[in-house]
Protein backbone atom coordinates (compact mmCIF):
# COMPACT_ATOMS: atom_id res chain seq x y z
CA UNK A 1 0.00 0.00 0.00
CA UNK A 2 3.01 2.28 0.90
CA UNK A 3 4.35 1.96 -3.01
CA UNK A 4 1.15 3.28 -4.99
CA UNK A 5 0.54 6.12 -2.37
CA UNK A 6 4.16 7.32 -2.78
CA UNK A 7 3.63 7.59 -6.75
CA UNK A 8 0.28 9.36 -6.27
CA UNK A 9 2.13 11.88 -3.87
CA UNK A 10 4.91 12.29 -6.14
CA UNK A 11 2.56 13.14 -9.30
CA UNK A 12 0.18 15.41 -7.51
CA UNK A 13 3.59 17.63 -6.56
CA UNK A 14 4.28 17.03 -10.51
CA UNK A 15 0.91 18.50 -11.43
CA UNK A 16 1.27 21.34 -8.80
CA UNK A 17 4.46 22.05 -10.63
CA UNK A 18 3.29 22.07 -13.93
CA UNK A 19 0.49 24.16 -12.71
CA UNK A 20 2.63 26.65 -11.21
CA UNK A 21 4.99 27.64 -13.53
CA UNK A 22 4.32 28.36 -17.49
CA UNK A 23 5.70 25.47 -18.95
CA UNK A 24 4.70 24.26 -22.36
CA UNK A 25 2.79 21.15 -20.77
CA UNK A 26 0.78 23.45 -18.72
CA UNK A 27 -1.83 24.33 -21.13
CA UNK A 28 -2.26 20.60 -22.21
CA UNK A 29 -2.55 19.37 -18.55
CA UNK A 30 -5.30 22.44 -18.46
CA UNK A 31 -7.26 21.09 -20.92
CA UNK A 32 -7.29 17.47 -19.66
CA UNK A 33 -8.42 18.80 -16.12
CA UNK A 34 -11.20 20.60 -17.58
CA UNK A 35 -12.21 17.42 -19.38
CA UNK A 36 -11.72 15.66 -16.27
CA UNK A 37 -14.42 17.98 -14.75
CA UNK A 38 -16.76 17.20 -17.04
CA UNK A 39 -19.25 14.85 -17.36
CA UNK A 40 -19.05 11.62 -14.74
CA UNK A 41 -15.50 13.29 -13.70
CA UNK A 42 -16.65 15.25 -10.49
CA UNK A 43 -18.61 12.05 -9.30
CA UNK A 44 -16.00 9.75 -9.65
CA UNK A 45 -13.23 12.33 -8.23
CA UNK A 46 -15.28 12.71 -4.78
CA UNK A 47 -16.56 9.04 -4.90
CA UNK A 48 -12.23 8.65 -4.64
CA UNK A 49 -11.88 11.51 -2.18
CA UNK A 50 -14.32 10.21 -0.08
CA UNK A 51 -13.15 6.64 -0.07
CA UNK A 52 -9.48 7.72 0.68
CA UNK A 53 -11.06 10.12 3.74
CA UNK A 54 -13.06 6.96 5.13
CA UNK A 55 -9.39 5.29 4.47
CA UNK A 56 -7.76 7.87 6.52
CA UNK A 57 -10.54 7.72 9.09
CA UNK A 58 -9.61 4.04 9.71
CA UNK A 59 -6.19 3.72 9.77
CA UNK A 60 -6.78 6.95 12.62
CA UNK A 61 -9.06 4.69 14.38
CA UNK A 62 -6.31 1.95 14.72
CA UNK A 63 -3.77 4.00 15.33
CA UNK A 64 -5.65 5.40 18.32
CA UNK A 65 -6.35 1.95 19.56
CA UNK A 66 -3.37 0.66 19.46
CA UNK A 67 -1.48 3.23 21.08
CA UNK A 68 -4.23 3.01 23.71
CA UNK A 69 -3.19 -0.39 24.61
CA UNK A 70 0.25 1.31 25.26
CA UNK A 71 -1.59 3.88 27.67
CA UNK A 72 -3.70 0.53 30.17
CA UNK A 73 0.05 -0.16 31.44
CA UNK A 74 1.70 -2.96 28.98
CA UNK A 75 4.61 -1.53 27.11
CA UNK A 76 4.03 -1.64 23.47
CA UNK A 77 5.97 -4.56 21.63
CA UNK A 78 8.06 -4.15 18.82
CA UNK A 79 5.26 -5.64 16.36
CA UNK A 80 2.57 -3.04 18.02
CA UNK A 81 5.75 -0.29 17.09
CA UNK A 82 6.08 -1.47 13.64
CA UNK A 83 2.45 -1.66 12.90
CA UNK A 84 1.83 1.94 14.66
CA UNK A 85 4.82 3.15 12.59
CA UNK A 86 3.43 2.03 9.24
CA UNK A 87 -0.11 3.16 10.08
CA UNK A 88 1.28 6.30 10.89
CA UNK A 89 3.51 6.74 7.47
CA UNK A 90 0.15 5.18 5.75
CA UNK A 91 -2.10 7.73 7.16
CA UNK A 92 0.43 10.79 6.63
CA UNK A 93 0.54 9.73 2.75
CA UNK A 94 -3.23 9.57 2.72
CA UNK A 95 -3.56 12.98 3.98
CA UNK A 96 -0.81 14.60 1.88
CA UNK A 97 -2.64 12.83 -0.66
CA UNK A 98 -5.90 14.40 -0.14
CA UNK A 99 -4.46 17.62 0.18
CA UNK A 100 -2.37 17.39 -2.68
CA UNK A 101 -5.97 16.83 -4.73
CA UNK A 102 -7.68 19.86 -3.13
CA UNK A 103 -4.56 21.73 -4.28
CA UNK A 104 -4.84 21.03 -7.55
CA UNK A 105 -8.47 21.24 -8.16
CA UNK A 106 -7.90 24.63 -6.49
CA UNK A 107 -5.04 26.03 -8.50
CA UNK A 108 -6.85 25.27 -11.47
CA UNK A 109 -10.15 26.77 -10.49
CA UNK A 110 -7.73 30.21 -9.82
CA UNK A 111 -5.73 29.66 -13.16
CA UNK A 112 -9.14 28.89 -15.18
CA UNK A 113 -10.47 32.51 -13.33
CA UNK A 114 -7.49 34.58 -13.82
CA UNK A 115 -7.54 33.76 -17.86
CA UNK A 116 -10.90 34.68 -17.81
CA UNK A 117 -10.26 37.98 -16.44
CA UNK A 118 -7.11 38.96 -18.47
CA UNK A 119 -9.71 38.14 -20.76
CA UNK A 120 -11.95 40.36 -19.77
CA UNK A 121 -9.52 43.00 -19.12
CA UNK A 122 -7.61 43.64 -22.38
CA UNK A 123 -11.88 43.46 -23.64
CA UNK A 124 -11.90 46.48 -21.49
CA UNK A 125 -8.52 47.94 -22.44
CA UNK A 126 -9.41 48.26 -26.51
CA UNK A 127 -12.80 49.28 -25.35
CA UNK A 128 -11.13 52.17 -23.51
CA UNK A 129 -8.50 52.86 -26.86
CA UNK A 130 -11.28 53.08 -28.97
CA UNK A 131 -13.38 55.31 -26.43
CA UNK A 132 -10.11 57.60 -26.57
CA UNK A 133 -9.58 57.52 -29.86
CA UNK A 134 -12.77 58.77 -30.44
CA UNK A 135 -12.53 61.78 -27.98
CA UNK A 136 -9.48 62.75 -29.39
CA UNK A 137 -10.78 62.92 -32.84
CA UNK A 138 -14.35 64.91 -31.69
CA UNK A 139 -12.07 66.90 -29.81
CA UNK A 140 -9.86 67.48 -33.41
CA UNK A 141 -13.00 67.99 -35.14
CA UNK A 142 -14.34 70.56 -32.73
CA UNK A 143 -10.85 72.49 -33.11
CA UNK A 144 -11.03 72.37 -36.65
CA UNK A 145 -14.09 73.65 -37.05
CA UNK A 146 -13.35 75.92 -34.68
CA UNK A 147 -10.49 77.18 -36.72
CA UNK A 148 -12.56 77.30 -39.67
CA UNK A 149 -15.01 79.28 -38.29
CA UNK A 150 -12.13 82.08 -36.80
CA UNK A 151 -11.06 81.79 -40.19
CA UNK A 152 -14.09 83.02 -42.14
CA UNK A 153 -14.70 85.92 -39.76
Request: hydrophobic share 45%.
Amino acid sequence: MLQPLFYLVFAEVFVILLLLFRTPLRKPLLLLLDKAKQGRGPVVASTAGGTLFVILVSILYNIISTQKRSTDGSPLNTTDQLILANHLLVASLLGVSLFLGLMIDRLHYYIKELRLLRKHMEAVRTLDKRNDEGKIKGKLKTEVAELDEEEED
